[in-house]
């Protein structure tokens, strides 16, 4: 997840529950910071901010971010009046925020705390998924997790399809079962198929097959079924919207691994998630850690 811009959609169209998260960080990161310095108690305005609301300050920087959002979207030139506006629209946003802390909303209302949750772990997570990985680190990487990036097997599978006319079918669910028991016992395939089974509506191709194209033509169901057998296994009478299927895995070739060139894209990406995913854990660790948390013994 990457770090979300300040930069402002036209000024009056900014959702009011939004702003309160968003403003609420950025009040909190900008006291952080200690820009409201001790001229800024007396009542001048300190370098980087244009205005104090409250003694809460508004960024030049945000300030200026939104003067060129607006001017990007204007055919004319900016006025006097059109900063002017911005700056209102921003002073008239910091008092919303300022309201909405004030009647508790980032407690209470569970969007703002969405909005606000969000907002908190992009900014943590950012820098970490944005990073590009050296070479050699993404290579260590993507050694070490190889089966998380090999690309499935192909398998042949062979099937006895029973077909359902209704949606109880206790003849047919009992022609399944009995199919697999005959398969298992090692009778000839073909001739408990051409016994018990029906012609399928897409009947299987005679040859190995990734498991993307199994599904084709046997839909999800089936095909995780048949995802679980070991080679010359036979399945329990699994349930389709047309009928049951009785699957029996014929071959199996294993996973194939791409060269990391090939799939380079996909192994950033994997390895920034993973950053992410890290960075955000190590800091809510670390904020646990310095908080004073009780829970309730034994839980309702």
């Known amino acids: 997840m990457a770090t979300r811009p300040r930069n402002a959609p036209p000024v009056a169209s900014r959702r009011p529950l939004v702003l309160l998260a968003l403003g609420a960080l950025t009040g909190a990161g900008v006291a952080a910071a200690g820009l409201l310095?001790?001229?800024?108690?007396?009542?001048?305005?300190?370098?980087?901010?244009?205005?104090?609301?409250?003694?809460?300050?508004?960024?030049?920087?945000?300030?200026?971010?939104?003067?060129?959002?607006?001017?990007?979207?204007?055919?004319?030139?900016l006025t006097d009046d059109d900063r002017r506006r911005v700056l209102d629209r921003l002073i008239e946003e910091e008092l919303l925020v300022q309201r909405g802390l004030a009647l508790g909303l980032a407690r209470q209302d569970r969007r703002v705390r969405s909005d606000l949750t969000s907002t908190v772990i992009d900014s943590v997570v950012g820098n970490a998924t944005e990073r590009q990985p050296e070479d050699d680190e993404l290579a260590a990487f993507y050694a070490a997790n190889r089966d998380f990036f090999a690309g499935p097997g192909r398998l042949r599978v062979r099937q006895v399809f029973v077909r359902v006319t209704t949606p109880t079918d206790p003849a047919a669910e009992a022609r399944a079962a009995q199919a697999a028991r005959r398969l298992r016992a090692g009778e000839p395939f073909d001739a408990v198929a051409g016994e018990l089974g029906d012609p399928p509506l897409m009947p299987l191709p005679d040859g190995v097959l990734p498991p993307a194209k199994?599904?084709?033509?046997?839909?999800?169901?089936?095909?995780?079924?048949?995802?679980?057998l070991d080679v010359d296994e036979v399945s329990d009478p699994v349930r389709s919207g047309t009928g049951y299927h009785v699957l029996q895995v014929v071959e199996k070739q294993p996973d194939a691994l791409p060269a990391l060139a090939d799939i380079r894209p996909q192994v950033v990406a994997e390895f920034r998630r993973r950053a992410g995913e890290r960075a955000l854990r190590a800091y809510l660790d670390e904020l646990r850690g310095s908080a004073d948390v009780v829970v309730a013994e034994p839980l309702p």
């Open 37 to 77: 310095s001790a001229s800024a108690r007396n009542g001048a305005v300190p370098s980087g901010v244009v205005a104090l609301v409250n003694r809460e300050p508004i960024r030049t920087d945000d300030y200026l971010r939104t003067v060129q959002a607006l001017a990007n979207d204007k055919r004319d030139a």
């Open 214 to 228: 199994l599904r084709d033509y046997l839909g999800p169901t089936a095909l995780r079924a048949v995802l679980d």
